[in-house]
């Protein structure tokens, strides 16, 4: 027979084994792909289990590449192994002498740029990590974590929150604000390092706004010393102010495109110098808001180095070396990877159009969300008080003496010298649009990226290049050409070059003259957080690693190991003395850390022999035959049951994704999947469980959906069940002591648990601490009830042919509706419904029903009496 491979979810895999419709005697062998996300409790270890207790056979093998995740918690390797019935392990370090002899036979080139930082940058980095050091010290105070992980190098990594939370979810509920706020505050803090080399200045400063927005009342980062500078050289990386009068304005330093925005003195004027009388100190002078937009440093790098290799490509071409046939099957196309998307895009922007019109952009969006964001704070508050000219910001704002405080007044001021700007950018806006609809031809040129942004005017008649030479001819000479060629968003295109071409002659950055426009190569951008197979589809012999990665080096040496005749060169674009350095360097520590403390651990590993002979466990013989045997004299005595007979639990299809069913098996009960439209679980034919996580729990009684699975549960089970089940390694309680409140709010969860239960009289609520208590509850109520049939439990709340619903036990094949509307009546209680229900059979005989028939039915004439008056009642009329 032929050899099949079937790629399958475990979700499916399990629930085919165990209805059998997959035969185990025919699965020769299994492979798991993630073995660092196993545990003895996933349902991969429930597959493995269930496929060596029929198939001793079967080979099972499992990979991993995160060997950081394979050492975190006790004996993590062992314990998978164990759980996956494997006894071999093989470890295959980057160091390891035939690995690395692979790897090393034919290197890539590689080229390392280390990009310096602007003052700005290295300013507020160095304050985010002070303030981090700050935090950690904290941390320690609370002596609930182990000191040895608060490390500021850890800090900078994603694994090192889960860390922290490792140590801390089990107590969390018995842990003060403060220590929450600072776990918080170090993932805030770790964003905003990452952020800070992968973002522009204008993205980065609009994030801050909005941290400052949501953290700033309840953080401790944001008031701790150094975080003023964090958003001081931000605020510096975007923009300045000056005095009006102040001739002396710092004078730019060299990597900062700085400009003033100078176009006609006099209109300028009005525009952008605000807004005089603003406090009750200040002198008539207003305040210049100047334009600094820095520009992330590696993008001008970026560009260098892509002119580079577009020159030596030519080189190459006119000397006839026969480097380009190997290039042809991917058109020469050079690969950058980015961290993200956003990165992606914004880089393609900045080649196609140019870093200044970027940066302008994104100012402008920043300023337009600004005037969005003052109409929408105070509408109310503001209209009686501002004169007329306010909403458009053109002229002199009077202020209120109300609101001259001292401190806030410079704050002020430069608000307003943002709105005045930004009200100019929606002038030109409404400038260009009228122009375009007067004049439909220079509308081309003025198009831009196709953002539908208006560029305002400074653009046109401004010169890019530092030497001051205008280049304002030729970069409307071109214009129409290159918008013309323009395939928006397809970067692959070979003609990238042209367009590029036209648009490079309007920024050129470098100290060049604007004649001789540089050509670039086609530029393929990959976001590394796709995790796609992105070398072996595109096989690129350049690559720039634009965000450096530990993850995407080791594919790029795999790629380059695997094709020996190519020739690959890497350029890393590093920031100089950057936490990006810093971190990329932890990583290989770390993951060569990793691997030497497994190979420790696997010398003195322990993993038993005769593993298979108990497949299911200790559990499979032995405890089952002791919980039946318990039982068995109760259940021979009521002459229900054989002894010998297994329990059985009915499990819905989808709770497969959850890793109970797997533990329940591990207690001996033989699971039976099945499709069902009420409860989750079914353990007899009284009891059906709705099982809820905490997070599940939240999210279903905000959507309702909780009431609708309680009320289908009454109606069809006798005792519907409700369980809670907390994790493990979490506290277990909905939320701490001191944030429970006294009175009874819709909001709190309490609150919302109380109203189920007095509304739904019925159901048990069972409160587990974690998957195996949960077993040993459902074992403990099922030991004296009957096995729950499958056919049955499929068939609940499923409507017949004949419209019937089986299985309702509030209203066995009645009218159901009609049965809560009689419910509801006065003097009809739950002792004398179903009396009434036989004596009549409808809702209109019952209206017209004599009070003496009626007491009869009613057990007793009070009852009877209540029920006729409120029915004979008039209705009132007006008269």
């Known amino acids: 027979s032929s050899n099949r491979i079937l790629i399958l979810s475990p979700r499916i895999l399990i629930v085919d084994l165990l209805t059998q419709k997959a035969q185990t005697s025919l699965i020769s062998g299994i492979v798991f792909l993630n073995a660092h996300s196993l545990s003895e409790s996933s349902t991969e270890s429930f597959i493995v289990r269930i ?30 192994m164990k759980s996956l019935f494997i006894r071999k392990l093989h470890l295959w370090p980057r160091f390891q002498v035939n690995v690395s002899e692979e790897l090393e036979r034919n290197p890539p080139e590689v080229v390392d740029i280390r990009v310096p930082m602007t003052k700005c940058m290295l300013g ?20 609930k974590v182990d000191v040895e992980d608060l490390t500021v190098e850890n800090g900078l990594f994603k694994s090192f929150d889960e860390i922290v939370r490792r140590q801390l979810d089990p107590i969390w509920h018995t842990l003060g604000k403060k220590t929450k706020q600072l776990v918080s505050d170090l993932k805030t803090l770790r964003k905003l390092l990452d952020y800070l080399v992968r973002y522009d200045a204008v993205s980065y400063l609009k994030y801050l706004d909005t941290l400052r927005v949501s953290e700033s009342f309840r953080s401790v980062w944001i008031f701790a010393e150094s975080s003023y500078k964090v958003f001081d050289y931000a605020k510096k990386r975007v923009y300045r102010f000056a005095k009006s009068d102040d001739t002396k304005i710092s004078t730019p330093s060299k990597n900062l495109a700085r400009k003033k925005r100078k176009l006609k003195e006099d209109d300028n004027n009005n525009d952008e110098v605000a807004i005089a009388g603003t406090s009750s100190t200040s002198t008539s002078n207003g305040v210049v808001l100047q334009e600094v937009l820095e520009e992330s440093p590696k993008w001008k790098v970026l560009r260098e180095v892509l002119e580079e290799i577009e020159e030596e490509r030519k080189k190459q071409a006119s000397s006839g070396e026969p480097l380009l046939d190997v290039e042809e099957d991917n058109n020469g196309i050079i690969l950058v990877a980015c961290k993200d998307e956003c990165s992606c895009m914004q880089l393609e922007d900045c080649i196609t159009n140019g870093s200044q019109k970027v940066m302008r ?27 007329k000219g306010y909403g458009i910001l053109d002229g002199i704002v009077a202020v209120t003496p109300a609101r001259n405080v001292e401190v806030s007044s410079a704050c002020k ?35 831009g990226h196709g953002k539908g942004k208006g560029r305002g005017r400074t653009r046109q008649g401004h010169a890019r290049n530092k030497d001051g030479s205008n280049n304002t001819e030729l970069a409307n000479g071109d214009r129409p050409e290159v918008y013309g060629s323009e395939n928006e968003g397809q970067i692959n295109e070979i003609n990238l070059t042209v367009i590029v071409d036209g648009v490079s002659g309007k920024n050129i950055d470098n100290d060049r003259k604007a004649d001789n426009p540089k050509q670039l190569p086609p530029v393929h951008f990959h976001a590394l957080e796709r995790e796609q ?11 720039i690693v634009y965000h450096p990665d530990t993850t995407f080096v080791r594919e790029i040496e795999v790629y380059k190991a695997e094709n020996p005749g190519k020739k690959v060169k890497v350029y890393f674009l590093f920031y100089d003395a950057s936490t990006e350095v810093q971190k990329f360097e932890a990583s290989i520590r770390r993951e060569n850390g990793a691997f030497e403390s497994l190979i420790r651990q696997k010398s ?15 559990n499979s013989s032995s405890e089952i035959q002791g919980s039946s045997s318990q039982n068995s004299i109760t259940r021979k005595a009521g002459g229900r049951k054989d002894a010998e007979k297994e329990m059985q639990v009915i499990v819905d299809m989808r709770e497969f994704m959850s890793s109970l069913p797997n533990v329940l098996h591990q207690k001996g009960m033989r699971i039976i999947p099945v499709t069902l439209e009420v409860g989750d679980y079914v353990l007899s034919p009284l009891i059906c469980v709705e099982r809820k996580s905490i997070q599940d729990l939240f999210m279903s009684f905000t959507s309702g959906r909780l009431y609708h699975q309680v009320e289908t549960m009454v109606r069809y089970y006798r005792i519907p069940v409700l369980l809670i089940e907390f994790s493990q390694d979490k506290s ?5 002591a001191s944030d429970i409140g006294d009175d009874v709010t819709p909001t709190n969860i309490i609150s919302k648990l109380s109203l189920l239960v007095l509304h739904f009289p019925r159901l048990r609520i069972i409160w587990s601490r974690s998957l195996h208590a949960t077993a040993d509850i459902f074992a403990s109520l099922k030991a004296n009830q009957d096995e729950p049939d499958e056919t049955k439990a499929m068939r609940v709340g499923v409507p017949s042919e004949e419209g019937i619903i089986e299985n309702d036990v509030r209203a066995e094949n009645y009218n159901t509706s009609a049965v809560e509307f009689l419910r509801r009546l006065p003097g009809v209680t739950d002792s004398n419904y179903r009396t009434i229900m036989e004596g009549c059979q409808s809702l209109a005989e019952l209206a017209l029903l004599p009070i003496e028939k009626l ?11 209540t029920l006729r008056d409120f029915l004979d009642a008039k209705y009132p009329t007006l008269l």
């Not at 709105?419 to 609809?437: F, G, P, S, T, V």
Request: charged share 30%; net charge positive; proline share 6%.
């Open 855 to 865: 007491a009869e039915l009613m057990g007793g004439r009070k009852a009877a009496q």
């Open 732 to 736: 277990f309680s909905f939320q701490s």
């Open 124 to 143: 507020i980095q160095k304050a985010i990590v002070e303030v981090m050091d700050a935090c950690l010290k904290e941390m320690r105070k609370t002596n």
């Open 533 to 543: 197979p992105i070398l072996d589809v595109l096989k690129p012999s350049v690559i």
């Open 51 to 80: 496929i060596k207790t029929f198939n001793k056979n079967a080979s099972v093998y499992a990979f991993s590449d995160k060997p950081h995740s394979m050492v975190s918690g006790f004996a993590k390797t062992e314990r998978t």
């Open 413 to 447: 001021q430069e608000n307003d010298a943002l709105l005045a700007a930004a009200a100019e950018i929606k002038r030109n806006q409404a400038k260009k649009e009228k122009d375009a609809a007067k004049d439909p031809e220079p509308q081309v040129g003025s198009r």
């Open 361 to 387: 952009d994104e100012w402008q969006k920043y300023l337009l969300s600004k005037v969005e964001l003052r109409g929408l704070q105070t509408p109310q508050k503001k209209k009686p008080k501002a004169p």
């Open 604 to 618: 003195m590993m322990m993993i038993p022999v005769d593993q298979n002979d108990f497949c299911l466990g200790l």
